[in-house]
């Protein structure tokens, strides 16, 4: 896992559930097909309401409209990211359209299970809420040696939890790499 | 010993002695139940992951059944029915319950109920969140994803946090006019959609030993809707007799001990709880059906793991006796026992079907259908500017279709009551 992350931020609200990130309307795809699951990354984030997609201002697509990549790759939630389904769909389709991270005030327990045993994306934790202070769009560096995070544009530095007991499963990069690491499995 | 029910069972599962919160164990699996959903992914990460010489752990311990997108003419959820068909004729799985044949079940939390799969004391996994549900029959059950649940099936083991636990008591009678949905909409009200991310919800009290198995199902369901982990009810005669004719084998009844620790304590009195409604967009958007009555309304939807259960379909058929709906109404239900009791059970005399049909509803097959919106044509989904009141268990932006609808959550009295005046409507005014 690289130790240094950049990208652009997207900003969400609080709640944001299975819904928002992937519509269950699209969970048909296949997940395997190098072609076909390109479509998750395009749907991705498509179920956010209008003006809450891109705070503060609202109303920013996270993909620009035949795109299956986004040119934000950094997401910063509120309180509760990922709550509602099982569906492994959504940490899947956010690590199909570019995102790397997210940062989150907390997360639903099985979206971070998710995002953690896939090796999807990195699910991390502010130690405190961010999506007051950070804007869509603003240039972020995450450093994974020291738990920071830093506003690019006016090098505000934040700090970040570690992921403490799940570290050895991101480390490895998901629970089947984890588990033969360690002996589990063959 | 000062343990909870939880803590016992998540013990016995990891050969331990015993475990506390906070502690992360490695689990041996009782159950892991699949659905056409997460069941595709779930076996190629399986595949991918062991290879050639992939092999489940224990057929007998799998039970996939197809219910979300069934009665579609989406070719990718077709596909998705047939790659579990192909999977279940491969490996010969004896507990696959196929589409179009005798055997096709519905929505598998209600099917894991009735083919006796919920067994008292083991641990179940299911790729969906509602995998909870199980937890009425006093055993724990949980939701996981495919990856998982791919690890589960090549291995039998998962790891596991210990949870906290938050005991709910609910004193007193139940009334005719509440429901448990009301209670369960109560405490997620109180604690919020994240007030219990990674606990447990154990019910306990009065109210919760008077409800038959059906109604605590409700209870158990949507302990997600808090965020938990799984949701739990200690077994008693009530269970027992449920489970008699659908087990053969023994169990093991674990209950908390007196002085078992719990991260909060929640008192309910059934008297101060009244009929209740979660508004759009949130599970936890808690209020009084009477604060909100006089909504206008497009749908009304009766189904799903959460609202369409024979007990749920009793209790409309109460209200709807001899009434005609004023809004398009919806019933669905969860499984095909339960389509088959509409014919048998009555009320008044008058069968469950000929109520529904005679009220003017619209009555659809088995199967998870509008509760999560799906492909654009299932039946009862929500279009751009509908306001729904519904059975069903979330109400998130676009859960039911669009994302331009609003989506009240209620009791199967209150969507009943709600349907024949075509705007929310108190379930007392009908009782």
């Known amino acids: 896992m690289d130790k240094i992350i950049e990208g652009k931020a997207y900003v969400l609200g609080n709640n944001v559930d299975t819904d928002q990130i992937i519509p269950a309307e699209h969970l048909v795809y296949s997940l395997d097909d190098v072609e076909e699951s390109k479509i998750y990354g395009h749907y991705a984030l498509s179920g956010v309401p209008v003006k809450e997609a891109g705070l503060p201002e609202g109303n920013i697509p996270f993909i620009e409209q035949i795109n299956n990549t986004s040119e934000f790759n950094i997401i910063i939630g509120g309180s509760n990211f990922g709550c509602g389904s099982s569906r492994e769909h959504a940490p899947f389709a956010l690590q199909k359209a570019g995102v790397k991270a997210i940062i989150a005030e907390s997360y639903a327990r099985i979206f971070y299970r998710n995002a953690v045993d896939g090796g999807f994306v990195l699910p991390l934790e502010a130690d405190e809420k961010l999506i007051n202070k950070i804007s869509t769009g603003t240039e972020l560096q995450i450093d994974l040696e020291n738990y920071t995070l830093t506003d690019l544009s006016n090098k505000s530095t934040f700090k970040l939890l570690s992921p403490g007991d799940v570290l050895p499963i991101i480390n490895a990069g998901g629970l089947f790499k984890f588990a033969r690491a360690s002996g589990l499995i063959a | ?431």
Not at chain 2, 85 to 90: G, I
Not at chain 2, 133 to 153: K, R, Y
Not at chain 2, 219 to 227: K, P
Not at chain 2, 394 to 402: E, V
């Open chain 2, 1 to 431: 010993m000062n343990k909870t029910i939880t803590e016992k069972i998540l013990a016995k599962a990891a050969g331990k002695e015993s475990v506390t919160p906070g502690e992360n164990i490695w689990l041996n699996v009782d159950l892991l139940m699949t659905h056409d959903v997460c069941g595709p992914p779930t076996i190629q990460i399986w595949k991918n992951e062991f290879g050639e010489n992939a092999t489940i752990w224990d057929k007998d311990k799998l039970a996939v059944f197809p219910d979300h997108y069934i009665f579609t003419e989406n070719k990718q959820a077709n596909r998705n029915v047939d790659i579990l068909r192909d999977f279940a004729k491969e490996y010969n799985l004896p507990h696959y319950y196929d589409v179009g044949s005798e055997r096709y079940k519905g929505v598998c939390h209600i099917a894991l109920a009735e083919e006796g799969f919920n067994i008292p004391g083991t641990v179940l996994f299911g790729t969906d969140s509602h995998t909870c549900t199980s937890g009425a029959f006093g055993l724990f059950s949980t939701g996981v994803g495919n990856t998982d649940a791919a690890f589960i099936l090549g291995t039998g083991k998962i790891w596991e946090k210990v949870p906290q636990s938050i005991k709910l008591t609910f004193n007193g009678k139940m009334p005719e006019y509440l429901m448990a949905k009301d209670l369960i909409l109560k405490v997620i009200g109180d604690l919020g959609t994240d007030g219990g991310t990674y606990k447990s919800l154990e019910f306990d009290g009065e109210a919760i030993f008077s409800l038959e198995m059906h109604e605590r199902m409700t209870l158990t369901n949507m302990a997600i809707e808090v965020g938990a982990m799984n949701g739990i009810i200690a077994v008693d005669e009530i269970t027992e007799a449920y489970l008699k004719p659908r087990i053969s084998k023994t169990f093991e009844s674990f209950q908390s001990d007196p002085n078992a620790e719990y991260s909060n304590k929640y008192e309910y009195s059934i008297k101060d709880i009244e009929p209740l409604v979660a508004k759009p967009h949130s599970p936890d958007n808690i209020n009084t059906v009477h604060n909100v009555q006089g909504t206008q309304l497009t749908k009304c939807y009766i189904g799903s793991c959460t609202g369409g259960k024979i007990s749920d379909f009793q209790a409309v058929a109460k209200i709807l006796l001899g009434q005609q709906v004023k809004t398009p109404t919806f019933i669905v239900p969860a499984t095909t026992q339960i389509a088959k009791q509409f014919e048998t059970e009555t009320y008044k005399g008058i069968t469950l079907f000929d109520i529904f049909k005679h009220s003017g509803c619209a009555i659809g097959p088995a199967s998870c259908a509008a509760c999560l919106g799906g492909p654009s044509d299932t039946i009862g989904r929500a279009s751009d500017g509908e306001v729904v009141i519904s059975t069903t268990n979330r109400n998130y932006p676009g859960r039911m279709g669009s994302k331009k609808s609003e989506v009240y959550l209620a009791s199967p009295l209150t969507v009943a009551a709600s349907a024949i005046n075509g705007k929310i409507t108190d379930p007392r005014e009908y009782l």
